[in-house]
């Protein structure tokens, strides 16, 4: 697994806004926050897993990961699950 990169190209591919578990709340969204794969975890009380969407994303294809649920742990490179 390679870090996920904090760039322009990777916050396009980004599908955080389309994720269950993302949407309970507005936080994130009014936040403007995503790319949790490379940024790491929201500051948003996000209080449950509902579903993960990250194996769908070409990020998580080409930076090989093989966790999800960075919304609510921790960025790729530090995953801890």
């Known amino acids: 697994m390679t870090k996920v990169l904090d760039t322009q190209e990777t916050w396009q591919r980004c599908i955080c806004g389309n994720c269950l578990t993302y949407q309970q709340n507005d936080c994130p969204k009014n936040k403007t926050e995503g790319l949790f794969c490379a940024r ?3 500051d948003c009380d ?10 769908n994303c070409q990020n998580w294809q080409e930076y090989d990961l093989s966790k999800g649920y960075f919304c609510l742990y921790s960025a790729a490179q530090e995953e801890k699950m």
């Open 40 to 42: 790491g975890k929201t």
């Open 46 to 55: 996000l209080p449950e897993e509902r579903g993960c969407i990250c194996g």
